[in-house]
């Protein structure tokens, strides 16, 4: 038990260096001694970025902001997650260490309820939210380009000192 403790204390410690860090939570049932039946717990994700790519995965008892809050108690950068509350005590205690990134699966629901009483202004959103999508496309193409170039570059000088 003491070396998965530590494994994933390591683990956390790594995708804790993340610049941005996704995280979302879900119920999972928990066996209850004192009870013929089970209760629920909350079992929470936290992704790593590019640079420290993970996932570590915290289990808490309860949906209280607790949980997460002493988990991100070290970390600084983008938090990628969902509207719930808890999260909200997060950011503003951090000081601004921890910036909020709102994500767009959960404003996509929100847009197809809101398509059958406005869709007009649904619509309008949308095409703003594919706007986005595109200038993202064109700067992971950039990007992309530019990660050639310098494998290209090194292949070269490899050439040039054999």
């Not at 038990?1 to 790594?14: D, G, I, N, S």
């Not at 079992?43 to 996932?55: F, K, R, S, V």
């Amino acid at each position: 038990m003491r070396a998965t403790f530590t494994l994933w204390q390591l683990l956390k410690h790594w995708v804790l260096q993340s610049k941005v860090l996704h995280t979302d939570d879900t119920t999972v049932p928990v066996r209850d001694e004192t009870k013929s039946s089970h209760r629920y717990g909350r079992l929470w994700d936290y992704i790593g970025d590019e640079t420290h790519p993970g996932i570590v995965f915290d289990y808490t008892v309860t949906h209280a902001r607790d949980g997460p809050a002493e988990f991100l108690k070290d970390f600084k950068g983008f938090l990628q997650a969902d509207a719930y509350g808890g999260y909200d005590g997060i950011y503003t205690g951090s000081n601004g260490t921890i910036v909020e990134v709102g994500c767009m699966a959960h404003a996509r629901n929100k847009f197809k309820e809101a398509d059958s009483t406005d869709p007009e202004r649904v619509l309008a959103a949308k095409a703003w939210v594919r706007k986005l999508y595109d200038v993202e496309d064109e700067a992971n193409a950039i990007i992309a380009a530019a990660k050639l170039t310098g494998a290209e570059a090194a292949a070269v000088r490899l050439r040039l000192r054999t």
